[in-house]
């Protein structure tokens, strides 16, 4: 068990809704970063969140959004879902520089979602 | 640009037996980390080290050794005597030090199974 939570661990949804995950930690990780990981790929980097502020943002549309609470969990909502968003959606937790590529992450097990 | 290639998709191996998983990696800056993740079955990404550019230094770790070579861009990960416990997929990942944020880009991952 890594201390980092994702819910809910698998959900389907349909083209076109909208869909929230959330991920919380145990420890006062300050930095949140989400990863989106296609079938047989490597994770893809969305967006990282610091000081409840989006700091930077991978190749992803607008569609994709996020949040970051005072208790360092957060939130990463989709619009408009298409077929192409069904995926591993994984929670990484930082705690240090938010700015550095120095940091280690904490990853949860991810929700799975799919879209029909 | 930053990339990172696994060019190994799956390998099997017998039990007790050595293996080794290839990573090679292409980036601009001069200062950058790799990293190493695990990913059982149960998704969560799991660290097992960390290098920065300026440490060539090779690293064991009980069965696990690491073998960083900046003049082939390579950034290899043998396990000794493979275990079943062993099976999983197995990611390389690149991050710069400048990069803004904690953005982790990974390989398409190479899956390993031990065969008992």
């Not at chain 1, 991920?23 to 980097?45: D, I, K, M, R």
Request: hydrophobic fraction near 35%.
């Amino acid at each position: 068990e890594t201390g980092v939570t994702q819910s809910p661990t698998h959900l389907i949804k349909t083209r076109g809704q909208q869909v929230t995950l959330r991920c919380s930690s145990q420890s006062g990780h300050n930095t949140v970063s989400w990863y989106q990981q296609a079938l047989g790929q490597g994770p893809q980097f969305i967006f990282q969140y610091y000081r409840e502020e989006e700091n930077g943002r991978g190749n992803f549309p607008p569609r994709f959004s996020g949040l970051q609470f005072p208790n360092y969990s957060s939130e990463l909502n989709v619009n408009a879902l298409e077929l192409d968003d069904s995926a591993l959606y994984l929670c990484a937790m930082g705690l240090g520089a938010f700015d550095s590529g120095a940091n280690v992450l904490t990853f949860g097990a991810g929700s799975r979602l799919t879209v029909l | 640009a930053q990339k990172v290639t696994q060019a190994q998709t799956e390998i099997s191996v017998v039990e007790k037996e050595d293996v080794t998983l290839d990573c090679v990696y292409e980036t601009r800056d001069t200062t950058y980390y790799l990293f190493w993740y695990k990913q059982p079955p149960s998704g969560e990404l799991v660290f097992l080290i960390r290098r920065n550019s300026f440490d060539e230094q090779n690293e064991i770790s009980g069965r696990y050794s690491w073998n960083f070579q900046k003049s082939t861009s390579s950034f290899n990960f043998t396990i000794t005597a493979s275990q079943v416990v062993d099976s999983a997929v197995y990611f390389c990942a690149l991050s710069e030090a400048m990069a803004g944020a904690n953005n982790l880009f990974f390989g398409t991952g190479t899956r390993l199974t031990v065969i008992p």
